[in-house]
Structures are given as structure tokens and as C-alpha cells.
């Protein structure tokens, strides 16, 4: 064979490595999608009307092809719930029919007669369950069909908004089921509309805080500038509880400058959170008669004393005090105390008179300095729960009230009684309705927003720290009876958390697990979603299994009916539905331990494929059907690790989710924290809860250095550069990448080579240690070399699209790129080329021999600490590699063709 010429060489090697390179810089390698463009209204011609015209996909839907006989489509056009809809709007539907053509016989009986038939289709179009639209289709092809929208906009569905698109060809069954329709995402959606003025309830929360929408979720949490601990708690239970009823879909943005204009700030939904003084915004509201509980200046003095801690079957002795300390004279004073739930006898001195379950003493004048006292007792009210009891007293100067005091006693078994005298928190109080609010009390306002219309204020306060804290838990879990209603509420207490750690049996029911028994009809595909927990440090052996009764139709086709199942997305099992399983059916499968997910809840899923002879049968149809029994088991044999198998980030959010209402994690703060560390606390805070099965979260937090208590009872999340967190400066021999003591530099002791590296450069840090003070917890490191190296550490960290890269126990983040290591295992060849993607400003100055940092070691275990950490090689494209490899291959093919139909035809030349 004739060699192939240097020219031709070359041209081939341009080919395939030109191939190489469009495949590498082809917009299908992408790893970040285009950004969906927002609609943005556009003033009408009506009275204050605004119009808006909404593609399919702004909600990010897809092309949805229907095939035949029967094809559905649900979409949720998600608007906000203020929107009143106008007449005029149009819905338009760019859809293509395809019906493959059959011959058919007029006549059997002759069979003569051959014509071409064409299947009819009908589409049917419903909003909200309301049949707004039906056409035939006769002809193939494209159509746009124009469907005006109802001049009464259909009313929500558990409030959403669906359009539906129903499917149904008639005609033959060997025609009608290769039929189909393709609905495309560039159909659209016209709406005329007005904003509504908000409809605020709390029992709606977290609306409108967060609504499935085509408009971005975001809220500015409002901190007071010098925000102490408990402030800051507040905060974080609020962001968790967004996080989890969001699934972390709503932006949290932290501010802690509330001297600028108000308002400007809040260009979207904001939650202010403090007390009346350390919050300028909450006295800013008041001052402008915004707030519904408002505050109040007390006058006269009020004080209580009384029982801070008895025993629940002691008698109750209150003392009450009103002293006159203004130089005139005090007219028409009266004393008000609410009895506590359960009170039914009591004395009161001097004589008091009873309305409702309120005891009223008329004090009438008080002279300058002179004072009025009272005296309630009752016995404890007797409860399965002690817990505490408040004692509220109100002095009202006529029907206006002017002071309040309130006293908490606690009741227990074994408590050292003691005596408490009441002193004013603050300067104000909250009244709402003539009533004043319990001192003690955490306050939850819910108002429209007065500098940004269609956005709403969620106000949590208290007179204390503690009733803030109050406040913000409440609101970061999901109560259920009685619930908030309305515009206010007031929490009394919390109860301790009923979270408690159940063992998980070896072997568990369906029903255990609190599942009934289910059952499925009609033709298609069905899904059954089973969870259950896995403790962490769990891992499955061999001898785990999942063991699946049911039974089914005898009418089902065995050849298109099975059952498949999956755990945690992984296929374990599979089994066609015939007569053989038709009444006592059984299926087994293995739980293979790389697919369980210890620590968090695990998935089962039963994808059941139901399916008649008849393939035009109505798919809704009765004969078809399976029934899941509930005594279905799990057998969960496993073998147990310790804490040291989850210490790399390969396992986030693990273990910080291990105690699923975050009450062992504590977030690590600065002294004086900005509002970018705070910001970046409350968004991980929000991505954690988002991965738990939990209502109610209490994650901590810690303003500079750390109790010892702290220290070994808490995972650790230590946020903020080096320089300001001294948390993370009392770690850093520890960590994977330390930096330079004193500053925010890194000393670059993992490779073998050493960049210069610029001054102002931003590189953000994720670095994962067991903690140095307590071998049952961790430390993750949320740091960096510059403010906004901590912000690209953070956004890596919480962003789910990014955040399944995580890997090993250290990763460098800058610009949205990561590069990840365990310790010791940076190599210099291969490593290189990454470091200089991420660094292109970097140079090499010298090369540094790898030191491993220390690994954090409690003294009691020091001596039997082994090192067990994997290197890791990244690929950042793998479903490239086939691409280019085959790519090439073709274009030698090609050439190789092309070279061998040019000899032959040379050398038919020559021998002509």
C-alpha cells in the first residue's frame, strides 16, 4: 500500500486535533446553562394594567412529546399570589402532530378497497382544572393553536396555578398508538394583570417569603450593627427553616447598616430581627405607625416578685408593686393580672374582683412616691408537663395601659425554690389592642412593606435577647396546632426539643415506618416513594436486603408489565407481573452499601410499569391495578464506622446533619462579624436544613473565641479569614493548607512547587479536619486569603449544581472553579496544569518539599491514630473522552477513504 505523503499527514493530524478542540469548546460542554431571561412587565394602555408575556420555558420546561392513544402534560405556572389576572390574555401552544400513515381495508368481508387513513387527534387544554379549550387535529404537522384565557381567572389549586394539555387520538389502535404530539417550550403565556395588595397571614408563612414562581425568591435579613449571640441564633433558625420549606431556593442576603435611608435596602421581601433598641428599623416602623403590636414608653414603676423555680405541687405567692416616682399626683390607676391556664382557686390582697380568668385591683390615686401593694396566691396548676407558668401584670391609667411586668417561675421535681424580683428590660413595651404583651415574650409582626411595593416585612422581636431568640426559632419551625394566624403572634416559651436519637431495629416494616398499605390502577408508568433513616456510621453487608410484597391484576400483559427497584437511584431488582405473582407476589433485593446514604434519609423507590394487552386501552382504566402491603420489609445487616470515615468532603453535608434539627452544629463567627460572614452563615445554615427531614432547627452560633463546653459539644463551622476568626487561628496547625501566622497568606507546603502569588488575589478555602478538640465532632473551614475568597468558598460550598465536585479534605476555590486534594496526595506532574487554570496570575518562584499538617488528635487516642486518606485524580469532562476518541476515529476513517479512492483513481489514470 502506498505510503501516505507528508502533506496528507499533516492534514490528518490538523483534522482530528481541530475535532479534539470543537469538542472541547462546543456550547454542549458547558458546565454552566444559559441564564433564562426574566419577563419584564410592560405598562398597558388600561388603568394601571401591566402586561407580561411568559415562555414555557421561563418555568424551565423542556419540549414534551405525547404519544398516543392517550398523552398528558401538567405544567405549573407559578405566579405570585397577588396577581390579579385581567380579561385579554392568550395562551398560545406551538405544537406538531405526527400520525404515521396506515393502509387500511374498506371491506374485510371483500377485501377490496385499499384507502390511506389518517387517525383523528382531540387536544383539550384545562387551567386549574377548568376545561378552557378543545380542538381536532385532522391534519399532520405543525399547528399554533390560540387559546383565550377565561375573563374569571380559574381559582388556584392548592395555591398553584397548572395548565394541563390532554391527548386523545381516535381511529384505528395499529394507527392511534404511534401517534403523537410535541408540545414546545416556546409556547407562551400573555397576561394582562394589577398587583393586589398582599394577602398576609402567617399561617401562610413562608409566603411570601418564598412562592414557586418565575420570579427569583429573595429576602434581606436586617441584623442590628453590634448583633450579640442570641441575635444571631435568631437568624440562623430563621434561615434554616426558609432553607428546608424552600429547598434552599430563596437568596439570603445579611445587612447590619441600618443608619442609611430606610428603604433602601429592601427592594425585596425583608425579615428585620432584635430588640427595640438594638434595631433602628423596628423604632423607625413604630415612629410611623407601622407595626400592629406597637411600642409604648412605660410611666410609673411595676415590679413582681415571686417564685423563679419551685416544685409543681407548691403554693404560689406573687407580690405586685406600684410606686408613683413623678412629682404629680397619679389619677385613676387600676391593676390587671392574667390568671395562668389552669388556676381555678386563688386568694388576693387586698380584695380583688374576677372577670374572665383576669383579677382586677382598682388602685385609683397615687400620690408622688407613694406605692400600692398586692398579693395573689395560687396553687401550681397541675399538668402531665410542668414546665413553666408566666405571671403578666398590667397598670392601666383608665383604659390606657401604661406599664407591664411578668414574671416566669419554672416548675420541676428536685428544683432549688428561689425568689425573683421583676426589673423593666427596656424602656418600652409592646401593646397591640389595649393589651400588653408578656415582657418575656418573643414578638412576630407580619406587615407590608412601606419603601417596596408587593414586598413584605417579617419583624422578630422581643424586649430581650432571649425573647428574640424566642421569636426567630419559632418562626424557623413549622408548627401545626394551633399554628400562627393572622398578622401577629406571641411566643410564651419553647419546649425542649422533641427530637429524639430512635434506634434504628435490624429488621423494620413499611408499616413501622408509618406507611399504609397503596395501591396503583390504570396503564403507564407509577412511582412509590419509601425514606428511611440511616444512622451515620452505618454500612451495609452483604446480608442487606429489601423484601417487596404486592400483588396485581391477573389482566396485566406479563411482556409489558414489571416492577423495578431502586435504591437511592441505584437499580436492585426487577420482576415481570404475571399470573405467578399475581396474588402473593414477591420481590427481593440487595441494598448494596455504596448506594446507601448513612447519616441522612435514604430512598426506596418502586417503579411499577402497568400495562393491558390492549395497547389503546383507556389508561385510566379500573382492571388495571397493584397493591404495595405494608408489611414489605427492610433487613438492614451492616457493620459500624467511626466519625474518622466521614471526615472528607466527599460526605457533605455530613456530619453536620447527623442530628437532623442542627443542634450540635455551631457556626463559628468573627467578634464584629460583617455582613458578608453573616450572609454566607445563614445561606449555609439554609443548604443544611434543605438536607435534613426536620421542622424545627437550632443551630448555634459563637461571636470570636469559643468556651471549652463549645469546643468539644458542637461540629464546628468556622467562617471568615484567618486574621479576624480566632477559632480558625487556633486551628490552623491543623489544617491541610495552614496559613502564614498573623496573616491571611497560605503557606504553600502541599506541592513541590511555590507561586508568587499577588497581593490582592482572592482564593477561597474549604478545608475539612476532625476537630482538634473532640475526636466525636469535625471542623469545616469556610476561610480564604481575602474577603472575597471566603464568599467563592462559601457559594461553592451551598451551591448544589457545583457542590457534588467535593472531595477529599481540602479544596482551592476561585472563580467558580475548584481544585481538589487530600492531604499529601498533590503530585507536581498534573497538578500544575490545574493550579495554572486557577491561577493564570500565579509564577513559580522555587520549589518547596510537601510537609502533611498535623491531623488533629484528642491525647487520649494519640497513639493509635493511623493515616487513611485516598488520592484523587479529577476528570473534569469524562463524557467528552468518547466524544473525542470517536470523533477522531471517524475523521481517520474518512481520510483513509478518501486517500484510497484518490489512489485508485490515480492509478486508473495511469493504466489508461
Not at 410606686?323 to 389552669?342: C, I, T, Y
Request: glycine share 6%.
Amino acid at each position: 500500500m502506498k505510503k501516505i505523503s507528508r502533506p496528507l499527514y499533516r492534514l490528518m493530524l490538523s483534522i482530528i486535533l481541530g475535532f479534539g478542540f470543537f469538542s472541547l469548546t462546543h456550547p454542549g460542554a458547558a458546565q454552566t446553562p444559559a441564564p433564562t431571561p426574566s419577563p419584564t412587565p410592560v405598562s398597558d394602555t388600561g388603568d394601571q394594567a401591566l402586561s407580561i408575556n411568559l415562555a414555557l420555558a421561563d418555568w424551565g420546561y423542556e419540549d414534551v412529546v405525547l404519544t398516543g392513544p392517550y398523552g398528558y402534560a401538567a405544567y405549573d405556572i407559578g405566579l405570585p399570589l397577588h396577581w390579579k389576572i385581567l380579561p385579554g390574555g392568550l395562551i398560545t401552544l406551538e405544537v406538531n402532530y405526527v400520525n404515521t400513515e396506515r393502509a387500511r381495508l374498506v371491506s374485510p368481508q371483500t377485501g377490496t378497497g385499499f384507502v390511506t387513513y389518517f387517525a383523528i387527534a382531540n387536544i383539550q387544554v384545562q387551567l386549574n382544572e377548568v376545561l378552557i379549550y378543545q380542538a381536532n387535529l385532522t391534519e399532520p404537522g405543525p399547528h399554533t393553536l390560540s387559546i383565550p384565557i377565561p375573563d374569571v381567572w380559574p381559582q388556584r389549586i392548592s395555591e398553584r396555578d397548572r395548565l394541563e394539555v390532554f391527548f386523545h387520538v381516535y381511529g384505528p389502535c395499529e394507527n392511534t398508538q404511534f401517534s403523537s404530539l410535541t408540545v414546545f417550550k416556546e409556547s407562551t403565556i400573555n397576561l394582562y394583570y394589577v398587583p393586589d395588595p398582599l394577602a398576609l397571614d402567617l399561617a401562610s408563612y413562608p409566603s411570601p417569603f418564598f412562592q414557586r414562581t418565575f420570579l427569583p425568591n429573595a429576602v434581606l435579613i436586617a441584623l442590628p450593627e453590634n448583633a450579640t449571640q442570641s441575635t444571631i441564633e435568631a437568624g440562623l433558625a430563621i434561615a434554616s427553616g426558609l432553607g428546608n420549606l424552600s429547598n434552599n431556593r430563596v437568596a439570603i442576603t445579611t445587612t447590619t447598616t441600618l443608619d442609611q435611608p430606610p428603604g433602601l435596602p429592601f427592594s425585596e421581601n425583608g425579615i428585620i430581627i432584635g430588640t427595640p433598641e438594638d434595631n433602628k428599623l423596628i423604632a423607625s416602623l413604630n415612629e410611623n405607625d407601622e407595626l400592629r403590636a406597637s411600642l409604648h414608653p412605660r410611666r410609673y414603676e411595676l415590679t413582681i416578685s415571686g417564685p423563679g423555680a419551685a416544685e409543681p405541687t407548691s403554693s404560689l405567692t406573687y407580690k405586685i408593686q406600684v410606686m408613683n416616682p413623678e412629682s404629680q399626683p397619679a389619677d385613676d390607676l387600676s391593676l390587671r393580672v392574667e390568671l395562668p391556664p389552669g388556676v381555678v382557686e386563688y386568694t388576693c390582697e387586698p380584695d380583688c374582683q374576677q372577670v374572665d380568668n383576669q383579677v382586677l385591683w382598682e388602685t385609683g390615686s397615687l400620690a408622688p412616691a407613694a406605692t400600692a401593694d398586692y398579693t395573689l396566691t395560687f396553687d401550681a396548676p397541675q399538668t402531665t408537663d410542668p414546665g413553666s407558668i408566666f405571671i403578666t401584670a398590667e397598670l392601666l391609667q383608665g383604659e390606657e395601659v401604661v406599664n407591664v411586668s411578668t414574671l416566669q417561675t419554672r416548675l420541676a421535681t428536685g428544683v432549688e425554690p428561689n425568689t425573683q424580683v421583676t426589673q423593666p428590660p427596656s424602656d418600652v413595651f409592646f401593646v397591640q389592642d389595649g393589651r400588653a404583651i408578656a415582657e418575656t415574650d418573643g414578638v412576630i409582626q407580619l406587615l407590608p412593606s412601606p419603601w417596596q411595593a408587593d414586598k413584605a416585612l417579617l419583624i422578630v422581636s422581643g424586649l430581650t435577647d432571649e425573647a428574640v431568640l424566642k421569636a426567630g426559632r419559632a418562626i424557623g419551625m413549622t408548627p401545626s396546632f394551633p399554628g400562627m394566624i393572622g398578622k401577629t403572634a406571641f411566643v410564651q416559651d419553647l419546649l425542649p426539643s422533641g427530637e429524639t436519637v430512635q434506634e434504628q431495629s435490624l429488621d423494620v416494616t413499611l408499616a413501622e415506618l408509618g406507611y399504609r398499605d397503596i395501591t396503583v390502577s390504570g396503564t403507564g408508568l407509577r412511582e412509590i416513594y419509601y425514606s428511611f433513616d440511616l444512622p451515620l456510621g452505618w454500612s451495609f453487608t452483604n446480608e442487606a436486603y429489601v423484601r417487596l410484597l404486592f400483588s396485581h391484576s391477573p389482566l396485566l400483559d406479563p411482556d409489558r408489565s414489571a416492577i423495578t427497584l431502586f435504591f437511592n437511584t441505584t437499580p436492585i431488582a426487577s420482576v415481570a407481573l404475571d399470573e405467578s405473582n399475581a396474588t402473593t407476589g414477591e420481590l427481593i433485593g440487595p441494598l448494596p452499601a455504596n448506594s446507601s446514604r448513612p447519616g441522612r434519609a435514604n430512598t426506596l423507590l418502586v417503579r411499577v410499569q402497568l400495562m393491558l394487552p390492549d395497547p389503546c386501552a383507556d389508561p385510566e382504566s379500573s382492571e388495571s391495578w397493584l397493591r404495595i402491603d405494608s408489611q414489605s420489609s427492610l433487613h438492614l445487616a451492616h457493620s459500624e464506622k467511626d466519625l474518622a470515615n466521614y471526615l472528607k468532603l466527599d460526605f457533605w453535608p455530613l456530619p453536620f446533619i447527623a442530628k437532623p434539627n442542627l443542634g450540635d452544629v455551631l457556626l463559628s463567627l468573627p467578634e464584629k462579624p460583617s455582613d458578608l460572614e453573616l450572609t454566607q452563615a445563614m445561606r449555609i445554615s439554609s443548604y443544611l436544613a434543605a438536607s435534613t427531614a426536620q421542622d424545627s432547627f437550632q443551630p448555634a452560633a459563637s461571636l470570636g473565641d469559643l468556651s471549652d463546653t463549645d469546643k468539644s459539644s458542637h461540629h464546628l463551622i468556622v467562617i471568615g479569614r484567618p486574621t479576624r476568626n480566632p477559632v480558625l487561628q487556633a486551628a490552623n496547625e491543623f489544617l491541610p493548607q495552614p496559613f502564614w501566622t498573623g496573616t491571611d497568606g497560605i503557606q504553600q507546603m502541599i506541592d513541590k512547587v511555590v507561586f508568587r502569588l499577588s497581593e490582592n488575589i482572592d482564593l477561597g478555602y474549604l478545608q475539612f479536619i476532625q476537630s482538634p478538640w473532640s475526636a466525636e465532632h469535625a471542623l469545616l473551614a469556610v476561610t480564604g486569603t481575602s474577603d472575597g475568597g471566603v464568599e467563592q468558598a462559601a457559594n461553592f460550598l451551598v451551591d448544589a449544581d457545583q457542590n457534588w465536585q467535593l472531595q477529599g479534605d481540602l479544596v482551592l476555590v476561585k472563580h467558580g472553579k475548584a481544585l481538589i486534594s487530600n492531604l499529601g496526595n498533590f503530585t507536581l506532574q498534573g497538578q500544575l496544569t490545574e493550579i495554572a487554570t486557577i491561577l493564570p496570575e500565579a509564577s513559580v518562584i522555587g520549589t518547596a518539599t510537601p510537609t502533611p499538617a498535623q491531623t488533629p488528635v484528642p491525647p487520649a487516642q494519640a497513639a493509635q491514630t493511623t493515616s487513611n486518606q485516598t488520592a484523587f485524580n479529577p476528570q473534569r469532562f469524562p463524557y467528552l473522552v468518547p466524544l473525542v476518541i470517536g470523533g477522531g476515529l471517524l475523521a481517520i476513517l474518512i481520510i483513509l477513504m478518501v486517500y484510497f479512492f484518490q489512489s485508485r483513481k490515480s492509478k486508473d489514470h495511469r493504466e489508461s
